[in-house]
């Protein structure tokens, strides 16, 4: 047993699911699911393109800030540089304040310029805080500006901050000569801010500066540097996080705000430049094109959704209603049609539908045809009737018309109780129904308990005398046996047949829901009125019938008989014993009592 099988068997099918549900799920699905991954894959790209994009602007923005940084150390490092290019000697000591007057008037940012001599003795000070100082004499020589300028060449001391505001820092620079002494100037840093305020990012972006400890020494914000090392723990942070990274890194900025920040070195002073912007600004463009891509989404998801109920209801539609014309053919109602316009292969399934209960509908007329010609004709003879319609209509033929009746009924019928009549009746049509079927004539109906057959009508045969002869006699013998058992059971039942041949009319009679085939004309009373003149197991035929007969079956003549509706006597003759071996009944007494009737 498969298990669709077992499962119809068991009641227990699985629960039915909407065909329209499954398209539409399909359907939206397929067409929601590739735009969001599209927008999602779109939004990815851009936000990698945009984050690459801002890191290349913040690293221009700060190696410009740092290469400016640098062009102003170097400018006050050539200059230092220009001081101390000659060997110290006596005498030197005007021109050498005049030189250091000179540089301070062309740097601002110096605030002070020491010149000493070989030994690192100091020889010249100038100042713009305080007085000029000439020939002093102090040892410098270990001073730590001293050491590293004859070291390096070049020195950049730390930041500084005096009365912990203004950020100061030294430079030192040694001359190439080891008689030329070296040059240290006190640098005030606070117009690196002029560099720094410069640089713009965006609209709200900016760039500062720290130093290696975290100590700001240039920001937009001017107060925040003159505040010193207050602010320092807050902006070596932002130093580290930046410096961290190896691109741009969203952190938390000085005000408190996610930026994206990068950060680069100034090589000489050992400086970092921090180049700032704001996280929502900087990232405002990918922002816009999520909310854009988020449109698009909504707007294509209500488009999905209005065609995936059309598409589903236009597939699930059409195969909703061939599931209701098959329940209609189902129940019989072959005059359903489906009317699908699709253009496709649902269209073509629709037209093969509608073909399909055309020809369930003609096939269905045509068995009940079928099933009414067997009720007077035999299956194989209603069978070629049905396929020949001109055989039904009416016509004018020769015939042989058998009647048949039983002797004797109106008495038992009135002496038993009905179901032993309908017992009787059974049996009786029964046997009449089988022998008919046998010679394949056609039985016009039955009457009570008379029968009427009809040989070579609707469908000729070659010898329609004999053959309504020998019917006759089987007929006779079957009913015979049988009233041999009804009388065994006390009921006094005979059978008489009488049969005639001549040109009757032949056709169906009715109205629409009810037609009967049957024929008329003299001949038909004719053999109606032999059967009555029948005697129990009495079989007589009309002239015609015994003249075409005479050569094949044994006949007896009876002479002349006056027959109701005949204006002469008419030669009857019947059929002799020898081709009707009856056998009488063995008890009880049979009767004529069947009065004559007109057909």
């Given at each position: 047993?498969?298990?669709?099988?077992?499962?119809?068997?068991?009641?227990?099918?699985?629960?039915?699911?909407?065909?329209?549900?499954?398209?539409?799920?399909?359907?939206?699905?397929?067409?929601?699911?590739?735009?969001?991954?599209?927008?999602?894959?779109?939004?990815?790209?851009?936000?990698?393109?945009?984050?690459?994009?801002?890191?290349?602007?913040?690293?221009?923005?700060?190696?410009?800030?740092?290469?400016?940084?640098?062009?102003?150390?170097?400018?006050?490092?050539?200059?230092?540089?220009?001081?101390?290019?000659?060997?110290?000697?006596?005498?030197?000591?005007?021109?050498?304040?005049?030189?250091?007057?000179?540089?301070?008037?062309?740097?601002?940012?110096?605030?002070?310029?020491?010149?000493?001599?070989?030994?690192?003795?100091?020889?010249?000070?100038?100042?713009?805080?305080?007085?000029?100082?000439?020939?002093?004499?102090?040892?410098?020589?270990?001073?730590?500006?001293?050491?590293?300028?004859?070291?390096?060449?070049?020195w950049y001391g730390p930041v500084q901050y005096q009365r912990d505001s203004e950020p100061y820092m030294r430079i030192a620079v040694a001359g190439s000569l080891p008689a030329a002494g070296v040059a240290i100037a006190e640098v005030n840093l606070k117009l690196i801010w002029d560099v720094i305020?410069?640089?713009?990012?965006?609209?709200?972006?900016?760039?500062?500066?720290?130093?290696?400890?975290?100590?700001?020494?240039?920001?937009?914000?001017?107060?925040?540097?003159?505040?010193?090392?207050?602010?320092?723990?807050?902006?070596?942070?932002?130093?580290?996080?930046?410096?961290?990274?190896?691109?741009?890194?969203?952190?938390?900025?000085?005000?408190?705000?996610?930026?994206?920040?990068?950060?680069?070195?100034a090589a000489d002073v050992g400086w970092t430049v921090i180049a700032m912007q704001p996280a929502s600004e900087a990232f405002a463009s990918i922002r816009a094109a999520l909310w854009r891509s988020s449109i698009l989404i909504a707007f294509g998801v209500l488009i999905a959704l209005a065609l995936?109920?059309?598409?589903?209801?236009?597939?699930?539609?059409?195969?909703?209603?061939?599931?209701?014309?098959?329940?209609?053919?189902?129940?019989?109602?072959?005059?359903?049609?489906?009317?699908?316009?699709?253009?496709?292969?649902?269209?073509?399934?629709?037209?093969?539908?509608?073909?399909?209960?055309?020809?369930?509908?003609?096939?269905?007329?045509?068995?009940?045809?079928?099933?009414?010609?067997?009720?007077?004709?035999?299956?194989?003879?209603?069978?070629?009737?049905?396929?020949?319609?001109?055989?039904?209509?009416?016509?004018?033929?020769?015939?042989?018309?058998?009647?048949?009746?039983?002797?004797?009924?109106?008495?038992?019928?009135?002496?038993?109780?009905?179901?032993?009549?309908?017992?009787?009746?059974?049996?009786?049509?029964?046997?009449?129904?089988?022998?008919?079927?046998?010679?394949?004539?056609?039985?016009?109906?039955?009457?009570?308990?008379?029968?009427?057959?009809?040989?070579?009508?609707?469908?000729?045969?070659?010898?329609?005398?004999?053959?309504?002869?020998?019917?006759?006699?089987?007929?006779?013998?079957?009913?015979?046996?049988?009233?041999?058992?009804?009388?065994?059971?006390?009921?006094?039942?005979?059978?008489?047949?009488?049969?005639?041949?001549?040109?009757?009319?032949?056709?169906?009679?009715?109205?629409?829901?009810?037609?009967?085939?049957?024929?008329?004309?003299?001949?038909?009373?004719?053999?109606?009125?032999?059967c009555n003149l029948a005697k129990d197991a009495q079989i007589l035929a009309d002239p015609t019938i015994a003249g075409r007969v005479r050569d094949s079956v044994p006949l007896a003549s009876l002479g002349q008989r006056t027959i109701k509706g005949y204006d002469q006597a008419l030669e009857v003759?019947?059929?002799?014993?020898?081709?009707?071996?009856?056998?009488?009944?063995?008890?009880?007494?049979?009767?004529?009592?069947?009065?004559?009737?007109?057909?």
């Amino acid at each position: 047993m498969t298990d669709g099988a077992a499962q119809s068997s068991s009641g227990t099918m699985p629960p039915r699911r909407s065909l329209f549900c499954k398209y539409f799920a399909t359907l939206f699905v397929a067409a929601v699911v590739p735009l969001i991954l599209g927008a999602a894959v779109e939004a990815s790209f851009g936000y990698r393109d945009q984050r690459r994009q801002i890191s290349a602007v913040l690293q221009a923005d700060a190696r410009a800030a740092s290469d400016r940084i640098e062009a102003f150390t170097d400018g006050i490092r050539d200059q230092l540089g220009w001081m101390v290019q000659l060997p110290w000697s006596a005498g030197d000591d005007a021109q050498h304040k005049i030189d250091a007057l000179r540089l301070l008037q062309q740097v601002p940012a110096i605030v002070s310029v020491s010149l000493l001599d070989e030994t690192g003795t100091e020889r010249v000070f100038v100042s713009r805080l305080h007085l000029n100082r000439t020939g002093r004499g102090i040892d410098m020589s270990t001073d730590p500006a001293v050491l590293g300028a004859r070291a390096n060449k070049v020195w950049y001391g730390p930041v500084q901050y005096q009365r912990d505001s203004e950020p100061y820092m030294r430079i030192a620079v040694a001359g190439s000569l080891p008689a030329a002494g070296v040059a240290i100037a006190e640098v005030n840093l606070k117009l690196i801010w002029d560099v720094i305020a410069a640089i713009r990012i965006g609209e709200t972006g900016y760039a500062i500066v720290v130093d290696d400890s975290g100590h700001l020494i240039a920001h937009p914000d001017i107060s925040l540097v003159l505040r010193g090392r207050a602010s320092s723990g807050s902006f070596g942070r932002i130093k580290h996080l930046a410096g961290a990274a190896s691109g741009a890194a969203v952190i938390t900025g000085d005000r408190g705000n996610p930026v994206v920040a990068l950060s680069v070195q100034a090589a000489d002073v050992g400086w970092t430049v921090i180049a700032m912007q704001p996280a929502s600004e900087a990232f405002a463009s990918i922002r816009a094109a999520l909310w854009r891509s988020s449109i698009l989404i909504a707007f294509g998801v209500l488009i999905a959704l209005a065609l995936a109920y059309w598409r589903a209801h236009r597939m699930s539609g059409p195969i909703k209603q061939l599931e209701e014309g098959v329940e209609r053919i189902r129940t019989g109602q072959f005059e359903h049609r489906i009317k699908i316009f699709s253009g496709d292969e649902l269209q073509q399934l629709a037209l093969r539908f509608n073909e399909m209960a055309s020809e369930l509908a003609i096939s269905q007329q045509k068995s009940a045809r079928i099933e009414r010609l067997k009720q007077f004709l035999p299956s194989q003879v209603a069978e070629l009737v049905e396929h020949s319609h001109e055989l039904l209509e009416g016509q004018r033929r020769e015939v042989a018309v058998i009647f048949g009746d039983l002797r004797g009924f109106t008495a038992f019928s009135t002496r038993n109780e009905p179901d032993v009549i309908m017992a009787v009746m059974r049996e009786y049509y029964e046997a009449v129904g089988v022998v008919t079927t046998r010679h394949e004539a056609t039985l016009i109906g039955f009457d009570g308990d008379g029968v009427m057959l009809l040989v070579n009508a609707p469908v000729a045969c070659e010898q329609p005398a004999t053959q309504a002869v020998r019917l006759a006699i089987d007929l006779q013998m079957t009913v015979q046996s049988l009233a041999g058992k009804w009388c065994d059971a006390g009921h006094a039942i005979g059978f008489g047949v009488g049969v005639a041949m001549g040109p009757a009319t032949v056709g169906t009679v009715g109205y629409n829901g009810r037609l009967d085939y049957t024929a008329m004309g003299a001949v038909v009373n004719l053999a109606s009125r032999l059967c009555n003149l029948a005697k129990d197991a009495q079989i007589l035929a009309d002239p015609t019938i015994a003249g075409r007969v005479r050569d094949s079956v044994p006949l007896a003549s009876l002479g002349q008989r006056t027959i109701k509706g005949y204006d002469q006597a008419l030669e009857v003759f019947a059929v002799a014993p020898a081709d009707l071996p009856l056998k009488p009944p063995g008890s009880g007494q049979r009767r004529r009592e069947k009065e004559p009737q007109d057909h």
